[in-house]
Nanobody, 126 residues
Framework: QLQLVESGGGLVQPGGSLTLSCATS????????IGWFRQAPGKEHEGVSC????????HVADSVKGRFTISRDKAKNTVYLQMNSLKPEDTAVYYC???????????????????WGQGTQVTVSS
């Protein structure tokens, strides 16, 4: 079965950095997208970044552009989210999710991402 497992979250001071990992397994197609979402307390899921597997097209949302980058390691079946210059407002549970398409990852439509990881907590605080 298709599985996604996030890791790398934790407590970091403002201005610090973290790298999140999304380990994937069970894909039977090369055409899919991996998105990163976050959910802050009391808020809805927010699309942060996404990348397409076959084309390798990477995108980041305007809210984190210049601070976050997304990349993938095909050999390890892992997608990374490098987060720099972290702010307290970045505090959230971060999820990776997959959709079996490469055409709409930047829409960040929740129901188009069929498969989700368990989430990893990122807390930015002094």
């Amino acid at each position: 079965q298709l599985q996604l497992v996030e890791s790398g979250g934790g407590l970091v001071q403002p201005g610090g950095s973290l790298t999140l990992s999304c380990a994937t397994s069970g894909f039977t197609t090369d055409y899919y997208s991996i998105g990163w979402f976050r959910q802050a307390p009391g808020k809805e899921h927010e699309g942060v970044s996404c990348i397409t597997n076959r084309a390798g097209s990477a995108h980041v949302a305007d809210s984190v552009k210049g601070r976050f980058t997304i990349s993938r390691d095909k050999a390890k079946n892992t997608v990374y989210l490098q987060m720099n210059s972290l702010k307290p407002e970045d505090t959230a549970v971060y999820y990776c999710a997959a959709q079996l398409s490469e055409y709409s990852c930047t829409d960040y439509v929740i129901y188009e991402y069929e498969f989700w990881g368990q989430g990893t907590q990122v807390t930015v605080s002094s």
